[in-house]
């Protein structure tokens, strides 16, 4: 009998693309009979989009809960701010998904922006109130191996790449500045962080 499941289907993408002609695969997947390996491929086939259509369902209900094409659209809408490193409103935190505000919270998101309070009426006189504290400045722009030194350490803790950017001196607008000399010093072409990070590691 020759290779049944997962390891049929494995065995005949790879030697699809290695360029074995079709009319020979059913003998070289251990088959004296084609219309025998036709048959087990197509229930191999079945079984893995079966597998697949299962998982996808399971992260489904574990990560996303039903909407409507309206608050699809906002869903998107924050992610994309999410991904440009834009500050979210509070509406805009509830639309993501379950896994997404977790990395959120382990980030360093700067609060987000909700609805003001309505302020309570007092009957008394107004307090007077306390004096908001003041900003601190953004730290200095890190340049060339600093760079790349204080991004490897700030990786490790899984932080947000628009976090990172900004905890090296870079605004969340100047993503793409703060890619570009990345890339410079590790030598590579710009990408995204993940992409920068991988190539770094293994220059390592």
């Avoid at 998982?55 to 701010?81: G, K, S, Y």
């Amino acid at each position: 009998m020759g290779l049944r499941g997962s390891a049929l289907v494995n065995a005949v993408e790879s030697l699809t693309r290695s360029g074995i002609a079709k009319g020979s695969l059913w003998i070289r997947c251990g088959y004296k009979n084609k219309d025998a390996f036709q048959s087990e491929l197509a229930k191999a086939l079945f079984a893995r989009e079966e597998r697949r259509a299962s998982l996808e369902r399971i992260l489904f209900e574990a990560n996303c809960e039903p909407e409507t094409p309206e608050a699809r659209i906002l869903r998107l809408t924050a992610q994309r701010r999410l991904a440009d490193g834009k500050e979210l409103t509070t509406e805009e935190i509830e639309t993501l998904h379950a896994f997404q505000k977790r990395a959120l919270q382990k980030s360093d998101q700067p609060l987000p922006k909700g609805k003001p309070k309505k302020q309570r009426s007092n009957q008394g006189p107004a307090r007077p109130q306390a004096e908001t504290p003041k900003p601190m400045g953004r730290p200095p722009r890190k340049i060339g191996e600093d760079l790349l030194r204080t991004v490897l350490e700030l990786a490790c803790d899984q932080l947000a790449e628009v976090n990172i950017a900004i905890k090296c001196g870079y605004k969340s607008e100047e993503i793409g500045l703060f890619r570009r000399e990345l890339a410079r010093v590790i030598g590579c072409r710009i990408g995204p962080l993940d992409r920068l990070l991988l190539v770094a590691r293994q220059a390592q």
